[in-house]
């Protein structure tokens, strides 16, 4: 039979897809012989066996059984015993950490005899009767599903009249009964008395949250696959509310937001790990626990030495102090801020602990993306209305709301205010530019979520009053009402009233040349990871630019030519009018005219890309579009014309215009008369395009430059098609003298030229492709009218993980890329091959066109340094199978 139980002593880290993240690393610890409180770890396997069939897979309950018993032996005390009864801690585990996300249940085996024997064991009835409060509270929750505010206004009401010392144990075992009844009322019956039967509940209701709600939005959110499952952790409970020298707490190795060494994280004392992540009650920092138990402080920084060396990383840490006795909840490598990835990966390679391959691996592009962030210009800023902690790093505004519906539903910036955040809270956190709450620390729920999607966040702002039901917070006598517009610094902590300007981030300033490497930390981190990434990388990354001041700007981004120059830009503005005379030509004679005086136009354009580009390729697409998209538009058209009649006005030119859009009209323009076909019906327009071409080439070259032109043919989708371009312009090229050699190659965009790529390349020196159109010829939607109409709801039922116009379907499309560039270099082995589509700045993506063999990406200049990261990563994956562990 299959096994589907592993105690702590029987795994380790490297097996994290059976036991999950926390019990991998619960197992790594143990091995290592750190404090971990005995326990066993029930698997993924099970887990995905339960979810299948809707029952644990058989014989599941008898290996738990099993390896308690085994738990019970090592602690000498047994699941249930009136006198001196185990308690136990139910968590979650899956493979991927997911904060707050799925279930937890604390104080398993308390019943109505075990809570004296707990009672009488640890000295402490209080502790008693509110662990007993708590588990039932737990278990109504998560495995019954009572609503928790039901179970916290009875609790609140008892604190009201309890006063500073809290609830005695009279009181708290009134809120038992109470807890009890409100138990029986929902659910229908008792709460369970036999502590293996919680134990059971508690782990089926444990596989059962994998497909919660609020689970589901992470793993879209996060990429995370949805068939993973989660593993089990039982675990002895050790109890950090046991007084004041006890409690719980969570510490980083370094600081998660800004990567500085030191000590980082946050203690409450007398407490359950579930309050501080909770963020219910504000914690201390844990530079405070070396004054108040300086013993098991140094301990744990011995432990947080001891983990960090050996996993080679910043590691989050999960920690219990039971009556001066130290004890390790769990541990992994810890989520950081994307400033904080760079500049960890930059310490730890001065460090000696990791190469500069391996940092590489530990940044990604999308961190990248993030730092180029705007910061507050506070030069001008008013006084803030309050500090809190900065949790994770920006500068947002918006409008104040106060919980996750207003969020999701806004349609402008919005600022997301409460109290503190818990996992039903996930939809609005997504849709917010921002974060607030008053409680909680740098560990709350609030702040590790914020961090792990890039969301600005300040928590613990103690000076807001926050009323959620009224729509209002309250600092000192100042009301912000709900729709009012604060900023907020998630890096210093401060909110203000009303919008503040912002700044250029240093790292995008760095990356525009406005600031030196080593003026920041950061940006000394981003230069050396880029610069390593340009270093090892073999894939190539090229811009997509139209204008000279766009070419300049992606040189300094640190691009290596131009992938993509779209012509159709250039015949805008004040050039739609030869357009018109172009299309209204009647007859070869105003044909030409009308083609010769686009010709110089289009030399000067390309002689300003070229001079920008010196020295790098630049890729220019002969005209795309379908013409009649440079006339206006037949609704308005009509419109003017027939305004014109009615007035008994001759509408003149408009009519002429009218008749040519209408006999142009297309029922699907971007499937008829465009690319290729167009150049092949209208005589002379490419003709013209080329010439302008080589002598823009022809005329940087005596002026000295190094001009290096390529044409590129789209919408192919035969070879004798852009035979017959080809052969036109090599025509045109021989007439131009002084012009240098110009590659002619061609856009695969439709799927018969991906498959007919070894045809098309015997006229063809190289290939792009054009990966938005591939995708929506292959596809067979429209990216404008898909995303807006179905899309939405194929996210949110699992078909799509992602947008396959967001990253490249490696499956469908991918699968036709990879046998064109097959075939297309069993046919001219030394054929080139880019991608020019939007694609190539999205990293996933272009990882994939590395491992698939191209040559080269193009992307928007804005987008240049991240395709150069993911470049970088690309080939160190490729050499070393490592991939980034977040």
Known sequence: ???????????????????????????????????????????????????????????????????????????????????????????????????????????????????????????????????????????????????????????????????????????????????????????????????????????????????????????????????????VNVMAMVFGN???????????????????????????????????????RNTVGLPELARIDPASFRRLLEIMATLERHYRDLCDIEFTIERGRLWMLQTRVGKRTPAAAFVIAAQLVDEGTITPEEALTRVTGAQLAQLVFPAFDLAGAPEPLAVGVGASPGAAVGRVVFDSAAAAAATDPVILVRPETNPDDLPGMIAATGVLTSHGGKTSHAAVVARGMGRTCVCGAEALDIDPRRGEFTVDDRVVRAGEVISIDGTTGRIYLGEVPVQPSPVSRYLAGELAPEADPLVAAVHRLLGHADAVRRLGVRANADTPADARRARRLGATGIGLCRTEHMFLGDRRELVERLILADGPAEREAALAALLPLQRVDFVGILTAMDGLPVTIRLLDPPLHEFLPALPELTARVARAEALGVDPGRDATLLAAVRRMHEANPMLGLRGVRLGLVVPGLFAMQVRAVAEAAAQRRRAGGDPRPELMVPLVGDVRELAAVRDEAERVLAEVDGAPEIPIGTMIEIPRAALTAGEIAAEASFFSFGTNDLTQTTWACSRDDAEGSFFGAYLERGIFAVSPFERIDARGVGRLIRLAVAEGRAARPELTVGVCGEHGGDPDSVAFFAEAGLDYVSCSPYRVPIARLAAGRAAVDTTTGTSDPR
């Not at 738990?64 to 032996?73: C, D, S």
């Not at 409690?247 to 990567?259: I, L, N, S």
């Open 242 to 280: 046991l007084g004041p020298d006890s409690g719980t707490g969570v510490a980083f190795t370094r600081d998660p937001a800004t990567g500085a060494p030191g000590v980082y994280g946050d203690y409450l004392p007398d407490a359950q790990g579930e309050d501080v992540v909770a963020g219910v």
């Open 1 to 231: 039979m299959p096994r589907y139980v592993y105690d702590f002593i029987e795994g380790d880290r490297s097996r994290a897809d059976l036991l999950g993240g926390k019990g991998a690393n619960l197992a790594e610890m143990t091995r290592l012989g750190l404090p971990v409180p005995p326990g066993f770890t029930v698997t993924t396997d099970a887990c995905r066996a339960y979810l299948a069939t809707g029952s644990p897979p058989p014989g599941l309950f008898e290996e738990v059984n099993e390896h308690l018993r085994q738990v019970e032996a090592r602690l000498d005390r047994r699941l249930g015993d009136p006198y001196d009864p185990l308690l136990l801690a139910v968590r979650s585990g899956g493979r991927y950490s997911m904060p707050g996300m799925m279930e937890t249940i604390l104080d398993i085996g308390l019943n109505d005899a075990t809570v004296a024997g707990l009672a009488a064991r640890s000295g402490d009835e209080r502790f008693a009767w509110d662990s007993y409060r708590r588990l039932i509270q737990m278990f109504g929750r998560t495995v019954y599903g009572v609503p928790a505010e039901e179970f916290e206004q009875e609790l609140a009401s008892v604190r009201a009249t309890a006063g500073a010392a809290g609830p005695s144990a009279a009181q708290l075992h009134d809120l038992v009964e109470t807890y009890k009844k409100i138990f029986v009322r929902r659910v229908g019956h008792e709460f369970p008395q036999a502590p293996h039967e919680q134990l059971f509940l508690a782990v089926r209701a444990v596989f059962a949250s994998w497909r919660s709600e609020r689970a589901r939005i992470y793993r879209r959110q996060e990429r995370i696959p949805d068939d993973l499952g989660t593993a």
